[in-house]
């Protein structure tokens, strides 16, 4: 099964909401990983609207974040 992975950060955490964007590459060579991240996916936004609260705690503005993605299937 394939997968793919795509590294973002979050950058607003307002009621219910959540927002993440992918990560910037960076001039910092010991951020290679942010670096790759950025080339492979240079934009891209996510916007969730969570009404659990514990998962929405799970976010916290400033922080990295991998986002999985696989085929769900039918």
């Known amino acids: 099964m394939k ?10 955490v307002k ?5 993440l964007s992918a990560v910037y590459g960076t001039d910092d060579k010991d951020n290679e990983e942010n ?3 950025a080339e492979a996916t240079p ?3 996510l ?3 969570i009404s659990n609260p514990n998962a929405k705690d799970f976010f916290s503005v400033g922080k990295n974040y991998y986002l999985d993605f696989q ?3 039918n």
């Open 3 to 12: 997968k793919l992975r795509a590294k973002f950060s979050c950058y607003e």
């Open 15 to 19: 009621d219910d909401m959540v927002k």
């Open 35 to 37: 670096n790759q991240f």
């Open 43 to 45: 934009y891209a936004e």
């Open 47 to 49: 916007s969730m609207l």
């Open 71 to 73: 085929e769900a299937g």
